[in-house]
């Protein structure tokens, strides 16, 4: 029963990634049809991550209460909503609306789904979960460049992408006698510990692991949206191969948390976590010394390579790191500081970029690295200290 569970698990986080690419391959259409700057994407797209960061913050009351179970099937159902909502939009004031409950549910769901697999499964199957993601992810784009293809506009695209999130929202609540007969659930549910914000932010070893996923997103986020940029001022490409190449990064997360899930057969969740460093050094060093396409898009692949796996794996050790009751308030946390991160870094690269030019690109990348990689190394100091303490008392 777990593992059909887990299947559910999986289609559920697919859901999760289906809008986070969606509004950048359907702006170019929606800018034009409404008559806004294409400088308002960040309007729907910050209001969109703000909501996100609150749910996040918010969410261990809301799993305490309803479950992670009926936390699952409403954010679904919100999503689903949201999408709907936009696809009869006809002016940018409710697309701004809509972004609100879009964000609420990605919020929820994502603390609530990360927090149950990392305490029930291992990390196989978690670096597996965020493979869906990347499923999802890579899937709407499709969907809304038919809908374009076929001359059904982009409200024509969010209403395909919205059937199919609604069919994710059903079987969400399909599942909710399955999830009723995995006992373990109800028994982690009840000895969750809700911590409030200002006691967790008072510890400096939960201030080194927000660090963590904040450099994990600000990596992310300043790839994603600013990769082809540089791709095509900085190093030479056409604008239309710029946006095709950057579709690396994507191939390379994926890749990533595929192959993470099976080298954590031989591997331990901190051996995975630094090899990805290591390549993600590697790609900032191609990066820095070669303005060349090949290398350029070589770098942005190694980058979602090393990445990718990161985040999984992180979240899988975030039970160990700290108490499990509550870990769930800390995931929630880290959540909030990830979409933090995906909010605002791009802006402040954006403002770099003005100042210094799009070449500044690489220099930027090695910024976050170092952010992720200093507070990865704190984290994994003080719980090596951690543990020979526990092992010297237990032998006293």
């Not at 559910?8 to 049809?33: K, N, Q, R, T, V």
């Not at 051996?271 to 990805?276: K, L, P, R, S």
């Not at 070449?359 to 507070?375: A, D, Q, T, Y």
Request: charged residues 10%; contains cysteine; aromatic residues 12%.
């Amino acid at each position: 029963m777990a593992t059909l569970l887990l299947c559910f698990i999986y289609l559920f986080y697919i859901g999760l990634g289906i809008p986070d690419s969606l509004l950048g391959s359907a702006w170019p259409a929606i800018y034009g049809d409404l008559h806004v700057p294409v400088s308002y994407v960040s309007l729907i797209s910050a209001t969109v991550s703000s909501c996100t960061v609150l749910s996040s913050l918010f969410s261990t009351r809301i799993i305490a209460a309803l479950g992670t179970a009926k936390v699952s099937a409403f954010s679904n159902a919100l999503t689903a909503a949201a999408l709907l909502g936009f696809s009869c939009s006809n002016h940018f004031l409710w697309l701004c609306v809509c972004a609100i409950p879009l964000g609420i549910g990605a919020g929820s769901i994502d603390t609530a789904l990360n927090h149950y697999v990392a305490l029930h499964y291992n990390a196989m199957q978690m670096s597996f979960l965020h493979c869906f993601y990347g499923i999802g992810v890579s899937l709407s784009p499709y969907l809304m460049s038919l809908a374009l293809s076929e001359e059904m506009n982009w409200r024509g695209g969010y209403r395909t992408v919205f059937y199919l999130q609604l069919g994710i929202a059903v079987l969400s609540f399909l599942s909710l006698p399955i999830w009723k007969s995995v006992k373990t659930t109800q028994q982690k549910q009840e000895d969750t510990l809700v911590l409030p914000l200002t006691q967790m932010l008072k510890r400096k070893k939960i201030w080194a692991s927000c660090g963590v996923f904040a450099g994990i997103s600000a990596l992310e986020s300043t790839c994603l949206i600013w990769g082809s940029t540089y791709l095509w001022e900085s190093v030479g490409l056409s604008a239309e191969m710029a946006a095709a190449m950057i579709t690396f990064y994507f191939v390379g997360m994926t890749l990533g948390r595929f192959l993470s899930g099976i080298l954590s057969l031989k591997l331990s969740d901190w051996q995975i976590v630094f090899t990805g460093q290591i390549f993600i050094f590697l790609a900032v060093v191609i990066l820095l010394s070669s303005r060349y396409p090949i290398p350029s898009v070589l770098g942005l692949f190694l980058i979602g390579l090393g990445n990718g796996p990161i985040f999984p794996n992180m979240t899988h050790l975030t039970p160990a790191l700290y108490q499990k009751k509550a870990s769930q308030s800390i995931i929630g946390v880290e959540m909030a500081f990830s979409n933090l991160s995906i909010m605002l870094t791009p802006v402040l690269f954006g403002i770099l970029s003005n100042l210094m030019g799009p070449g500044i690109f690489p220099v930027f990348l090695l910024v976050m690295f170092m952010l992720m990689s200093g507070c990865t190394i704190i984290l994994k100091t003080g719980d090596a200290y951690s543990r020979k303490n526990k092992k010297a008392q237990a032998l006293s």
